[in-house]
């Protein structure tokens, strides 16, 4: 059964940091992007960091860009998001997500057919 499991959440001030990890099992690493997302209370869920798994490519949510970085390790089949300068509005609970291999819009989750869990990520100002 396909699995991802994400580690790392926490509580941290406004202005600190946050190491997102996603362990995924052997038929849930995508080979061609895995993603993380996050879903505020009241609000849709969104994408915020992608990479394709093959190039390396990221992609950012614009709001985030310069502070996350996501990266990866093909062998351990793990993807990180490094979150820096955290804001309170970076509150929310944040998922691993992998991708099938049809369409794919890298920040948008309808081309994702494996979740984990979620980790929650409070930031207070």
């Known amino acids: 059964q396909g699995q991802l499991v994400e580690s790392g959440g926490g509580s941290v001030q406004a202005g600190g940091s946050l190491r997102l990890s996603c362990q995924a099992s052997a038929n849930t690493y995508s080979s061609f992007y895995m993603g993380w997302f996050r879903q505020a209370p009241g609000k849709e869920r969104e994408g915020v960091a992608a990479v394709h798994t093959g190039r390396g490519s990221p992609y950012y949510k614009d709001s985030v860009k310069g502070r996350f970085t996501i990266s990866r390790d093909n062998a351990k089949k793990m993807v990180y998001l490094q979150m820096n300068s955290l804001k309170p509005e970076d509150t929310a609970m944040y998922y691993c997500?992998?991708?099938?291999?049809?369409?794919?819009?890298?920040?948008?989750?309808?081309?994702?057919?494996?979740w984990g869990q979620g980790t929650q990520v409070t930031v207070s100002s």
């Open positions: 997500a992998s991708s099938g291999y049809g369409l794919v819009i890298p920040l948008r989750a309808t081309g994702y057919i494996y």
